[in-house]
């Protein structure tokens, strides 16, 4: 069933996919010489995941991509975002390759060549290796430098074939949920080593990019998950609060990456944990701040940040996060089954301001990742029924049309997610696919939403 409103138009050439990751898909974590990420440790770690579920099966892609290549060519997307898992390809970060890994991704390749997708690859989304962790991850400039290598194993086995690719996914959540907030593997809360993660992100970013130059591969981006912060109230403190928020959450991302140069709220934002810091070295501006292809980014919701004290009064417990501000919900509109506020013209708000801010250093956009999160309605006929998703997609591709309109260069646009998945610490309890998983028959059904959005990209070719 589709809804009788009209679709949003795009320009020729516009691609739409959709996208998933290799943790929360794939399953097999055992199987043809894959070795630990981090998040198989975590998700295994008692009382971390939501009922304690884990990504050994998830939707069991590894042996089912065909049928999943299917729903994809059924779907008429233009490209298929995927991620490729670092401990599948080499076991222990570093050393040895494991054949079977690459062998794996290249099928997948070729069948998705085979039914006129074209592949767009992200060589982290979190997956890490554990035996890097445990030599200090991405804490340490060694994980960067191992980062580089793998990626030159991958680019050299499927540079001919894999056109788009993408460094890292939302190194944000690496960096602050993993080793500040600790609700994201490897579970750390801490103060500088979640800076120095940071640092080592981009750094990791810089070396990456530069072996994707050399395996001649022809679009390099990164892909990050900017936030439109929102002040609570017209306040002084509250409009404060909204710099640290949108240091943390952009501008230490967005400043090296198209300005070269750290962030000059960064003081105000981190104090002592950024002063005085030893984890930057001369050259990393240059490094990181390599012209890219395109800028990726993810957008679900914008953030209502209030002024708050520090939740860690003594400053050698502090950790990166406590940075003096809330998020807070926002009255009035409605909320996913994330909690997230729908507010689509945050999206148009992000994408312009962006472009304002840094002109013509901004690279083409592809939004990499965008969807919601909603309580489904399975009938009794087995239709999938969610209404609210369809509602969701339809306003903020309508938004991100109002982008373009502003003049923002918008080339694609990735549905999150093809399928239910493995939602990080809340399990398989928030299904976001436009395709419905049976965990338990690992059974495939098209939502509406799939069918709308079907609807959609077939209206752009009439």
């Not at 800028?295 to 919701?301: A, C, F, K, M, Q």
């Not at 592809?366 to 209404?387: L, Y």
Request: charged share 25%; with cysteine.
């Amino acid at each position: 069933m589709t809804e009788s409103r009209a679709f949003p138009r795009f320009p020729a050439g516009f691609v739409f996919g959709a996208a998933t990751a290799s943790y929360q898909i794939e399953g097999a974590a055992r199987e043809d010489g894959r070795g630990p990420s981090i998040w198989d440790t975590y998700s295994h770690a008692p009382g971390l995941v939501a009922n304690g579920d884990t990504g050994d099966i998830a939707c069991d892609h590894y042996h089912r991509y065909p049928e999943d290549v299917a729903l994809l060519r059924e779907l008429g997307v233009d490209s298929y975002r995927f991620s490729i898992a670092w401990p599948r390809i080499v076991p222990d970060g570093s050393g040895p390759v494991n054949p079977k890994g690459l062998d794996f991704y290249a099928r997948l390749v070729d069948e998705l060549l085979a039914a006129g997708i074209e592949p767009a690859a992200t060589l982290y989304h979190w997956d890490l290796p554990q035996a890097l962790e445990d030599r200090g991850g991405w804490r340490v400039r060694e994980t960067a430098e191992r980062f580089a290598e793998y990626t030159a194993v991958v680019a050299g086995h499927l540079a001919d074939r894999v056109p788009r690719w993408i460094t890292l996914n939302e190194p944000w959540c690496s960096a602050f949920l993993g080793y500040s907030v600790g609700r994201h593997a490897p579970g750390a809360r801490e103060g500088r080593g979640a800076l120095a993660a940071a640092h080592h992100l981009l750094v990791g970013h810089g070396r990456a990019v530069e072996a994707l130059r050399a395996a001649g591969v022809r679009e390099a981006g990164i892909t990050l998950n900017l936030d439109r912060n929102l002040p609570a109230t017209g306040s002084a403190a509250d409009r404060a609060a909204v710099v640290r928020a949108d240091t943390q959450h952009n501008l230490v991302w967005t400043e090296p990456l198209l300005a070269g140069r750290y962030p000059h709220t960064e003081e105000e934002t981190w104090g002592e944990l950024i002063t005085g810091q030893d984890f930057r070295r001369d050259g990393d501006l240059a490094l990181i701040g390599q012209p890219l292809d395109f800028l990726g980014i993810n957008y679900y919701r914008p953030i209502v940040v209030a002024d708050a004290p520090h939740r860690e009064p003594d400053p050698a417990l502090r950790t990166a996060t406590d940075n003096r501000y809330a998020e807070v919900r926002l009255a009035g509109a409605r909320h996913t089954a994330m909690d997230w506020p729908v507010v689509p013209d945050s999206f148009t708000d992000l994408l312009v301001a962006l472009k304002e801010r840094y002109g013509d250093a901004l690279p083409p956009i592809h939004i990499t990742e965008n969807g919601s999160a909603e309580h489904d309605e399975v009938s009794p006929d087995g239709a999938v029924h969610d209404r609210d998703r369809v509602a969701y997609l339809r306003d903020h591709l309508t938004a991100l049309k109002a982008a373009l309109d502003a003049g923002v260069d918008v080339r694609g646009y990735y549905v999150w997610s093809l399928l239910d998945n493995f939602e990080w610490a809340f399990g398989y309890g928030k299904r976001f696919g436009i395709v419905r998983v049976d965990y338990d028959t690992q059974r495939r059904t098209p939502k509406d939403s799939y069918h709308w959005y079907r609807a959609m990209i077939a209206a752009q070719r009439d």
